[in-house]
Nanobody, 123 residues
Framework: VQLQASGGGLVQAGGSLRLSCAAS????????MGWFRQAPGKEREFVST????????NYADSVKGRFTISRDSAKNTVHLRMDSLKPEDTAVYYC?????????????????WGQGTLVTVSS
C-alpha cells in the first residue's frame, strides 16, 4: 500500500486548505484511513479518521467543527477539509491506514503511512 498526501501550503489564520491522500497498490478497503499531524518539537497527534466505506468518522476535539474528513472510494482518495485555520494547526500532516475493524486514534495502530504534507498557518 502506498499513500501520497498532498495539498499543504501556507495560509493565513482563518483560511482554508484541503488535503488529499491517494492510496495505491493493494488498498485496504474497507479499512479506516486516518490523518495525524506533528508540529515541531511535539509528538504526532490524531486529527481525524474515516472508514473507506459505510460512513463513520472521528475527530480530535481540537479540530471538531472546523475540519471535515471525506472519502472518494472510487478514486481511493481521502480528503481533509480544514476551515478556520489557526496558527496552532501548523504541522506536517500525515495520512495513514490500518488493518482492523474499528476507528482508531492511536498512531501505533496504523500500518501504512504517507510522506506528510506541510501546513503553515500564519497569524
Amino acid at each position: 500500500v502506498q499513500l501520497q498526501a498532498s495539498g499543504g501550503g501556507l495560509v493565513q489564520a482563518g483560511g482554508s486548505l484541503r488535503l488529499s491522500c491517494a492510496a495505491s497498490g493493494r488498498t485496504l478497503s474497507p479499512n479506516p484511513m486516518g490523518w495525524f499531524r506533528q508540529a515541531p518539537g511535539k509528538e504526532r497527534e490524531f486529527v481525524s479518521t474515516i472508514w473507506w466505506s459505510g460512513g463513520g468518522t472521528n475527530y480530535a476535539d481540537s479540530v471538531k467543527g472546523r475540519f471535515t474528513i471525506s472519502r472518494d472510494s472510487a478514486k481511493n482518495t481521502v480528503h481533509l477539509r480544514m476551515d478556520s485555520l489557526k496558527p496552532e494547526d501548523t504541522a506536517v500532516y500525515y495520512c495513514a491506514t490500518r488493518y482492523g475493524a474499528s476507528l482508531s486514534r492511536y498512531a501505533a495502530s496504523y500500518d501504512y503511512w504517507g510522506q506528510g504534507t506541510l501546513v503553515t498557518v500564519s497569524s
